[in-house]
């Protein structure tokens, strides 16, 4: 009978334990600031990894942009994939543990975002297709933006 019962014992913390993980994979670790916003608490190494890697989608906007505007189908190209999902392969699993579901849903959105419009400007997409494109992509992060926010935070809390 003991067995039975450490066996029992043993899966329901089992599935407490996975319980507990899925809701930290959905919620991730955050809290509402003062602004209405969701506040992701992130460590300043994390947070600045974040930020990098936004400011490295802002540097694909204006490649697509000059390209477009030359004329250039392969320097779109070029531009949106250095943002596309390859960007997004060797992220830390900590960090995205962080990171709430829906949050993780808009980055992997973008990502793949930036691939479709690569993949249209190789295949001869217009300037207006492009920028059409592009347009969307933006009116996704403004989205993201207005509704999170980055907080680094220390090993106490804030």
Not at 62 to 88: E, P, T, Y
Not at 139 to 151: K, V
Request: some cysteine; aromatic content about 4%.
């Amino acid at each position: 009978m003991r067995p039975r019962i450490l066996s029992v014992v043993a899966i329901a913390l089992w599935l407490a334990t996975a319980a507990v993980a899925v809701v930290f994979f959905v919620r991730g670790r955050t809290q509402i600031a003062p602004d209405g916003r969701t506040a992701v608490l992130l460590t300043a190494d994390e947070r600045n990894l974040v930020l990098a890697e936004m400011r490295g989608v802002l540097g694909s906007v204006q490649g697509i942009v000059d390209g477009v505007n030359a004329g250039d189908m392969k320097r779109v190209a070029q531009a949106a994939r250095a943002s596309g999902m390859a960007a997004a392969a060797d992220v830390n699993p900590a960090l995205m543990a962080k990171l709430p579901l829906e949050f993780k849903e808009l980055g992997l959105g973008l990502h793949r975002r930036f691939d479709d419009i690569a993949r249209a400007a190789d295949s001869g997409a217009s300037r207006e297709q492009v920028l059409t494109s592009l347009g969307a992509q933006l009116s996704a992060c403004i989205g993201c933006h207005e509704g999170y926010r980055l907080d680094a935070v220390t090993a106490q809390g804030k």
